[in-house]
């Protein structure tokens, strides 16, 4: 079931963008996962078929809703085609005896549906997780859910730059060494300012909130921080600290928003 492809999605996930400030060009899947957002489509079919059941329910009290069950059955209106296409998510169901406890187990089908259509497209259609556009979120984002960091960072700028980072919406040469004619292999997309001092290391998400001497004295500041809230932070060896900052919820959020608002702002000025 494409639910993706309705035009009505095309605005939804405009919206969804301009929500979480990020650019058009984000991935979609990502966007809608950090939102935790469930196709639009999923809510007009199930009004749909509650209209269908209330249409079939009163027709015989009312002549209007009488000659539109007819005319509805017999042109195989869209209308129809849309409901029929809603309950094949529910085999056990169909719509000749469909009734209004059955709704709730209709919509439980179509986003059950849609979350292993989410999953497949995050985790499953690359054959190496570790690389790939969306590599950095295949590792911190595992569930369909909303992010709670998206309520916890107040400032619009900060919650911004958390997002560009999770998704890889940002100008880190890992992504800007896509759109390069030709394009640059991953293993090419090197940072700048380590390459200065004679060191190749690609300039992806983890380098620059881990790693990347470009951010050191913020980094530093942040992370004292974080350890006061949380001392365990200082044992974990590099890759577990990328995804504890990434995964932070509450005021660790909010710290780790201004890390990644300064790794956005100063990549952005250079």
Same mark, same amino acid.
């Given at each position: 079931?494409?639910?993706?492809?309705?035009?009505?999605?095309?605005?939804?996930?405009?919206?969804?963008? #301009?929500?979480? $400030?990020?650019?058009?060009?984000?991935?979609?899947?990502?966007?809608?996962?950090?939102?935790?957002? =469930?196709?639009?489509?999923?809510?007009?079919?199930?009004?749909?078929?509650?209209?269908?059941?209330?249409?079939?329910?009163? /027709?015989?009290?009312?002549?209007?809703?009488?000659?539109?069950?007819?005319?509805? @059955?017999?042109?195989?209106?869209?209308?129809? /085609?849309?409901?029929?296409?809603?309950?094949?998510?529910?085999?056990?169901?169909?719509?000749?005896?469909?009734?209004?406890?059955?709704?709730?187990? *209709?919509?439980?089908?179509?986003?059950?549906?849609?979350?292993?259509?989410?999953?497949?497209?995050?985790? $499953?259609?690359?054959?190496?997780?570790?690389?790939?556009?969306?590599?950095?979120?295949?590792?911190?984002?595992?569930?369909?859910? &909303?992010?709670?960091?998206?309520?916890?960072?107040?400032?619009?700028?900060? +919650?911004?730059?958390?997002?560009?980072? +999770? #998704?890889?919406?940002?100008?880190?040469?890992? @992504?800007? $060494?896509? &759109?390069?004619?030709?394009?640059?292999?991953?293993? @090419?997309?090197?940072?700048?300012?380590?390459?200065?001092?004679?060191?190749?290391?690609?300039?992806? @998400? =983890?380098?620059?909130?881990? *790693?990347?001497?470009?951010?050191?004295?913020?980094?530093?500041? #942040?992370?004292?921080?974080?350890?006061?809230?949380?001392?365990?932070?200082?044992?974990?060896?590099? &890759?577990?600290?990328?995804? =504890?900052?990434?995964?932070?919820? $509450?005021?660790?959020?909010?710290?780790?928003?201004?890390?990644?608002?300064?790794?956005?702002? &100063?990549?952005?000025?250079?």
């Amino acid at each position: 079931m494409q639910f993706k492809k309705a035009p009505i999605e095309k605005v939804h996930v405009k919206y969804c963008k #301009i929500a979480l $400030g990020v650019n058009n060009k984000s991935s979609n899947v990502a966007v809608s996962g950090e939102l935790g957002r =469930f196709p639009i489509m999923i809510d007009i079919m199930l009004h749909s078929l509650k209209f269908y059941i209330h249409v079939k329910e009163n /027709k015989s009290n009312n002549p209007l809703l009488q000659c539109a069950m007819v005319e509805t @059955e017999s042109r195989q209106c869209k209308w129809l /085609k849309l409901m029929q296409c809603a309950l094949k998510a529910s085999p056990g169901l169909q719509l000749h005896n469909l009734q209004v406890k059955d709704i709730p187990v *209709v919509a439980k089908s179509l986003k059950y549906l849609y979350v292993n259509m989410w999953k497949k497209e995050v985790h $499953g259609n690359n054959i190496n997780p570790l690389h790939g556009k969306l590599c950095t979120y295949r590792k911190i984002k595992q569930n369909f859910c &909303y992010e709670n960091y998206l309520d916890d960072v107040k400032n619009r700028d900060d +919650r911004s730059a958390v997002t560009k980072l +999770r #998704i890889s919406a940002h100008k880190l040469f890992i @992504e800007r $060494g896509r &759109y390069i004619r030709p394009p640059l292999d991953r293993n @090419e997309r090197i940072c700048s300012h380590c390459l200065i001092n004679k060191k190749a290391h690609i300039e992806d @998400e =983890f380098h620059a909130l881990i *790693v990347c001497p470009k951010y050191c004295e913020k980094r530093k500041v #942040i992370f004292n921080s974080v350890e006061c809230i949380c001392p365990n932070f200082k044992d974990l060896d590099d &890759y577990e600290k990328f995804i =504890f900052i990434m995964s932070a919820e $509450g005021q660790i959020s909010k710290l780790v928003s201004q890390l990644c608002k300064h790794v956005i702002l &100063y990549d952005k000025e250079n």
